[in-house]
């Protein structure tokens, strides 16, 4: 148990961005990515719904991680804009 929740998660960790692609949903091995136009989500918001999620801190400008309550698993969250 202490291995997953001790194990360090970086800024670096997780999937990069994936090359642009249309609005939609796309699930992928190990992941989702959910691409929305920036008209419809405001930013400060986004941040806000997703800090106040529990065990959530930011590890860098627009990358978070969120553990699960019992063993600690990370989850990544990276947001950012790109293009429009």
Same mark, same amino acid.
Do not use: N
């Given at each position: 148990m202490? +291995?997953?929740?001790? +194990?360090p998660? *970086?800024?670096e960790s997780g999937?990069?961005?994936p090359a642009s692609e249309a609005v939609g949903d796309y &699930?992928? *091995?190990g992941g989702f990515y959910a691409v929305r &136009?920036?008209?419809?989500?405001g930013l400060n918001e986004l941040k806000s719904v997703i800090l106040a999620? &529990?065990? *959530?801190?930011e590890l860098a400008e627009g990358v978070y991680?969120?553990?699960s309550f019992f063993w600690g698993f990370p989850d990544i969250t990276h947001v950012w804009v790109d293009g429009d």
């Open positions: 202490a +291995f997953f929740r001790f +194990f998660v *970086t800024a999937p990069g961005q &699930p992928k *091995t &136009p920036s008209s419809e989500v999620s &529990p065990r *959530t801190r991680v969120s553990r």
